[in-house]
């Protein structure tokens, strides 16, 4: 049997997780469903953990690596110790491959360019089942891959997006979770919903191309109309190439989710967040089928699936005893009102729900290709809040347009929305290739930029208030490895989530869930806290599939 090893490059840039340490997305996972389906034996690895392996690699037959654009060198990383300890075929996924034009310094046989189920099964069927690469000209028959030839990059095309009965035919892998060391402790992402909804073009970029006065299609327009650009601009949010890359939103039948999340428990799976650009946007593509769903707005929630797939999770044993936890990742405020706000308070109180704002100018937003404003923020936030969830903002400094204005603006509702929400989390903009502000100069720091360094300094002065006011307070957390810059202390991270915890002298409690007592705050992103209580008498490292 072909043996075959990911190595999970998401999100390490130079080869390590920096922030957000304790997550496990979602696409390698339905990559190795793909090669399960075709019984090849598949193992999983994020790329620090793959550097330890050395002559255990001569084990494999192949290589997939999947990645995004800002991870090229993690990537050079991993090619090059693949070279040194093993052979076989070098296959690229993920949103690296948008930018394919670039990849002609890295060495690899094969790119799979967006959606990768029916690509690759192609490319397993024409001969990688058996780590045989296909022949050139094979290659060039096979939409959605990139290869090279005498040393220049062709690409054969975009391949549609997969329907969403089609979605629904690929099973991800659950067996291959246990590759990362500590996933009884992560968060494992499971997907709910793939691609966005959002096909808004950013007018600052239109603007420049001579603006969009005769075409209004993608604020305006049917569904299939919103899916093209007379000027060529992607779609959606001009610094996110969601859209662009996966298509429309499809939701995934809620059978197929819930029985994911039963296997992923059965693994030892602690805690699992729904994936999804907008949670609801579920269901919502099966009100306009066959139509694509292009539009932020309309039609509203589908209520129904919803509370379909939130009773069939919570239905789920593990889940209802609260042994296992199930949260949120994103909603967009375009689709939050009363009903919504109270379907997710009844099902996750208590738990984050991460909303984009990105800036506080109304203005500003339209031009970047926001689906709502910052006042559809505010009123979400406050409705989120008022039904017991914890809301998370995003901003972003160095957009396209920020100025002075722009800046007060933003720093006026974070201010506003200081009462409602748990924490903000910021971000330099990075131009991505493929999005419609690819060729947008990479800002300054916030540390040379002064109107960056506003926004950060006051998200990071926000933030140590929200810490603050957990001082005394008791949560419970799992005790994970050593910290890295002081081993005498190890990681804890709180259930279902919340800061992260540095616990002194507790390696006997790893693998534990234990009560512990935040005693002090040591910066916007970590607190100090210690072992009040052990809550079971059996390490969470410990349980096996049964």
Wanted: aromatic content about 10%.
């Amino acid at each position: 049997m072909t043996r075959a090893i990911i190595v999970d490059c998401l999100g390490r840039v130079k080869g390590k997780r920096l922030s957000t340490v304790d997550v496990i997305g979602a696409g390698p996972r339905s990559v190795a469903g793909v090669l399960e389906k075709h019984k090849v034996y598949v193992y999983v690895k994020p790329i620090e953990e793959f550097l330890r392996l050395k002559h255990k690699v001569r084990t494999y037959d192949m290589l997939l690596l999947s990645a995004m654009s800002t991870d090229k060198q993690a990537v050079m990383m991993a090619i090059k110790y693949w070279k040194k300890y093993g052979k076989g075929p070098i296959i690229l996924g993920g949103p690296i491959v948008f930018g394919y034009y670039s990849l002609k310094e890295l060495e690899f046989n094969v790119a799979v360019y967006g959606e990768a189920e029916k690509t690759l099964d192609e490319l397993l069927e024409l001969g990688l089942k058996d780590a045989e690469v296909p022949s050139l000209d094979e290659l060039a028959n096979v939409k959605g891959v990139v290869f090279k030839r005498k040393g220049e990059i062709v690409f054969t095309g975009r391949r549609d997006f997969l329907k969403r009965n089609e979605l629904n035919q690929y099973k991800p892998s659950t067996r291959s979770i246990t590759g990362y060391e500590q996933y009884w402790a992560y968060r494992v992402y499971v997907e709910v919903v793939r691609g966005c909804s959002n096909f808004h073009r950013p007018l600052i970029v239109t603007k420049e191309k001579g603006g969009c006065k005769e075409c209004s299609a993608c604020f305006k327009g049917s569904m299939l109309e919103r899916l093209t650009c007379p000027l060529n601009v992607p779609p959606g949010c001009g610094y996110c190439s969601v859209p662009a890359l996966y298509g429309p939103s499809r939701s995934r039948n809620p059978e197929a989710i819930i029985e994911e999340i039963k296997d992923m428990v059965r693994y030892g799976v602690t805690r699992i967040v729904l994936s999804a650009s907008d949670i609801l946007d579920y269901g919502r593509d099966v009100l306009v089928e066959p139509a694509p769903l292009t539009d932020p707005k309309h039609p509203p929630p589908n209520i129904e699936w919803l509370r379909k797939l939130f009773n069939g999770i919570f239905n789920i044993d593990e889940v209802s005893k609260n042994e296992v936890h199930v949260f949120l990742e994103n909603t967009k405020a375009s689709l939050v009102n009363e009903t919504t706000a109270k379907l997710l308070g009844e099902y996750f109180k208590g738990s984050p729900i991460h909303i984009g704002c990105e800036t506080g100018s109304i203005n500003h937003a339209i031009l970047i290709g926001r689906p709502s404003t910052p006042k559809d923020v505010i009123e979400a936030t406050k409705l989120l809040r008022k039904y017991g969830l914890k809301p998370y903002v995003y901003f972003i400094h160095g957009l396209p347009g920020q100025n002075i204005e722009t800046v007060k603006k933003t720093l006026e509702v974070m201010d506003i929305l200081g009462k409602y929400v748990e924490k903000y989390t910021v971000y330099k903009f990075t131009p991505i290739p493929g999005t419609a502000f690819e060729k947008y100069p990479s800002p300054p720091s916030a540390k040379v930029d002064r109107l960056s360094r506003a926004i950060v300094e006051e998200a990071r002065k926000m933030n140590m208030k929200f810490k603050k006011q957990l001082i005394g307070k008791t949560v419970t957390a799992v005790i994970v490895n050593p910290y890295a810059k002081n081993t005498e202390y190890n990681v804890a991270y709180t259930l279902p989530h919340g800061p992260v915890i540095l616990v002194k002298n507790a390696r006997r409690y790893y693998g534990f869930k234990a009560l512990v007592k935040i005693s002090n705050v040591i910066s916007d992103r970590l607190v100090m806290g210690e072992v009040v209580k052990v809550l079971s008498n059996v390490r969470l490292r410990a349980l096996k599939r049964k």
